[in-house]
């Protein structure tokens, strides 16, 4: 069984969410106030350089760990115990159907022997582990499990990289399932708590954008694809004749020339939306559905102006911005206007921090 816990795990006491993405770390801390009211005690971002995280490998660890460590020393925490994540591509999972009332032994040793016909590689190769949802809704008296699989060094290097910062790794989740429990706090935030409504969301990357439409809390459609703020970058490198590091560096801090705006910028948007739009349709027709409720857009890209108005001009579709800290209370080693500044960006470590009170 997997050596850190549990791709499932939910552990109660302080935990960190640690997101670790190609172009950023993000830390996020939560806690319950005596009404039981979420807290936000702490969130921090810590940009990484180009190529030292690839499709989400860690090609330089130690720069990576380093990182790591800073970040945690921004963030002003005292707690070790850290929640983090795979990529979805680096872990496989599948659904299937056992008897009920198994002992734990016995349903260890029949997901292993289920496992053995979907994992491409020997168990010995893998960290397994898997979690019972429910009663099966096609045979009476069975139960359905989620399978979860993935290759060793893949958990060791998220393993190792939470350690060499000085930090103890209690539960290794999947970003998609992460992102997915923090919107679903969202969802249940509107209209008649979000039930039935059919709800699409983007999480707009540097590299790739990653798409989900969820209907009470099951996934209808997921998708990836390969567009994402980086582009905007390589635009304003050509425009301008800056540096990689430079035209980065400018974006955040919005220093750039006048004619920005409206020559680079709002083609960038325009050229996103279209992309969201077009993802739309995929799903579409790849599915009986032919409309969604909502759009919700998360993402370090996903603030750009303008950016939810060209979805819905484009798509037809309402689309809001996405705070994953709204309505929470937030602490006071919280600024505030940061935080507001960069709240879509952290949507993956608050559904890894949540976790600290699923029981």
């Not at 925490?77 to 872990?91: E, I, Q």
């Not at 974006?251 to 939306?273: C, I, N």
């Not at 060209?310 to 911005?321: D, I």
């Not at 500044?341 to 029981?359: H, K």
Request: proline letters at 5%.
């Amino acid at each position: 069984m997997i050596s850190l816990g549990s791709l499932f795990s939910r552990k109660p006491g302080p935990l960190l969410g640690l997101d670790v993405s190609s172009s950023s770390l993000k830390l996020v801390e939560l806690d319950h106030d005596a009404g039981g009211n979420l807290v936000l005690r702490r969130c921090a971002i810590e940009p990484l350089e180009r190529g030292w995280i690839n499709d989400g490998n860690i090609e330089k660890f130690d720069e990576v760990a380093d990182a790591v460590r800073r970040l945690v020393k921004k963030s002003g925490t005292r707690t070790k115990n850290v929640a983090m994540a795979l990529p979805p591509s680096a872990v496989i999972t599948k659904k299937i159907v056992l008897p009920g009332g198994l002992s734990d032994q016995e349903l260890e040793f029949q997901v292993e022997s289920e496992a053995n016909q979907y994992i491409p590689f020997s168990l010995d190769e893998v960290s397994l582990d898997f979690c019972v949802i429910g009663p099966s809704v096609s045979s009476v008296g069975d139960v359905e499990v989620l399978i979860a699989a993935s290759r060793k060094e893949k958990v060791q290097d998220r393993q190792g990289l939470a350690e060499a910062a000085g930090l103890k790794p209690v539960v290794l989740d999947i970003e998609s399932y992460a992102s997915r429990l923090a919107a679903g706090r969202l969802i249940e935030r509107l209209p008649n708590k979000g039930v039935d409504l059919v709800v699409a969301l983007f999480e707009v990357g540097a590299v790739a954008t990653s798409m989900q439409v969820i209907r009470n809390d099951e996934v209808l459609y997921d998708r990836d694809q390969a567009f994402g703020g980086a582009q905007l970058t390589q635009l304003i490198v050509r425009q301008y004749g800056f540096s990689v590091e430079e035209a980065e560096a400018k974006k955040r801090s919005g220093e750039l020339p006048e004619d920005y705006e409206t020559g680079v910028l709002k083609p960038f948007v325009d050229s996103l939306a279209q992309e969201i739009s077009r993802a739309l349709q995929f799903f579409f027709t790849s599915t009986p559905h032919n409309r969604v409720d909502r759009v919700m857009l998360a993402g370090g890209s996903a603030p750009l102006p303008g950016l939810t108005e060209a979805v819905t001009a484009y798509s037809s579709f309402p689309c809001m911005l996405v705070n994953p800290f709204e309505g929470m209370e937030v602490g006071g080693d919280v600024r505030m206007a940061k935080m507001a500044r960069e709240a879509p960006s952290y949507l993956t470590s608050c559904g890894l921090a949540m976790r600290r009170f699923l029981q």
